[in-house]
């Protein structure tokens, strides 16, 4: 069974206090895995799609890696704008464009 | 820009009540997508269509039904709400153009039912 599993919960930074959120999965075969950030009583914001193992994207302050197992989204001086829920979610070979989701990252960053 | 919107922001109705949830999109995507979130849970999908008249089931399709009769119009149905059936109901579309194309999403319509 395809599964994505995501680290921390939730986590609390201070403005400036980099660090990584983890989205591990299990799948049969992988053929893209996507970040979506959602804001309290909306819905996801497309973020990143990585398709390949050793492939990385930026945005601001925000990067998505992939490995064969995980993807981390690397968080650089965070501001308190970026306080949200992060969501992984992959597509997997043969599904036909469904898409599986990890239960998120709640991120609060403090001034 | 991609635009998905949703009928409702905010539903409350009755235990067996008939609620139909729209859903249209700007893009002219083949894909729709309906998911429900639920804290703990995630995103679970509950229907989805490839092209017109055309659906699949997802995961929890119970107690749930839709309809596409044009392209960029996609409706879910709760035939007889449930309480159960409270939660976060999210629609997304995406092309059919290749693999791994990125879903967009609607702002979400949060349904009570009591």
């Known amino acids: 069974e395809d599964q994505v599993t995501q680290s921390p919960e939730a986590l609390r930074l201070q403005e400036g206090e980099s660090s990584s959120l983890n989205c591990s999965y299990t799948v049969s075969g992988l053929r893209g895995l996507f970040w979506y950030r959602q804001d309290p009583g909306k819905g996801p914001e497309f973020l990143f799609t990585?398709?390949?193992a050793g492939e990385e994207k930026e945005k601001e302050r925000l990067k998505a890696t992939l490995t064969k197992k995980e993807s981390f989204l690397h968080i650089t001086a965070p501001k308190p704008e970026d306080s949200a829920t992060y969501l992984c979610?992959?597509?997997?070979?043969?599904?036909?464009?469904?898409?599986?989701f990890g239960t998120g990252t709640r991120l609060q960053v403090t001034l | 820009d991609v635009k998905v919107t949703q009928s409702s922001r905010y539903l409350v109705k009755r235990t067996g009540e008939k609620v139909f949830l729209e859903c249209v999109q700007d893009?002219?995507?083949?894909?729709m997508f309906w998911y429900r979130q639920d804290p703990g849970l995630g995103l679970r999908l509950i229907y989805f269509?490839?092209?017109?008249?055309?659906?699949e089931k997802g995961d929890i399709p119970e107690g749930y039904s839709v309809s596409r009769e044009k392209k960029e119009r996609f409706s879910l149905i709760l035939e007889s709400a449930s309480t159960n059936q409270t939660s976060m109901y999210l629609c997304?579309?995406?092309?059919?153009?290749?693999?791994?194309?990125?879903?967009?999403f609607g702002p979400g319509t949060r349904l009570l039912v009591l």
């Open positions: 990585l398709y390949s």
């Open positions: 893009m002219d995507h083949e894909n």
């Open positions: 997304a579309s995406s092309s059919l153009a290749g693999a791994g194309e990125t879903q967009y």
């Open positions: 269509s490839y092209d017109v008249k055309m659906k």
């Open positions: 979610a992959v597509e997997v070979i043969g599904t036909a464009s469904k898409l599986t």
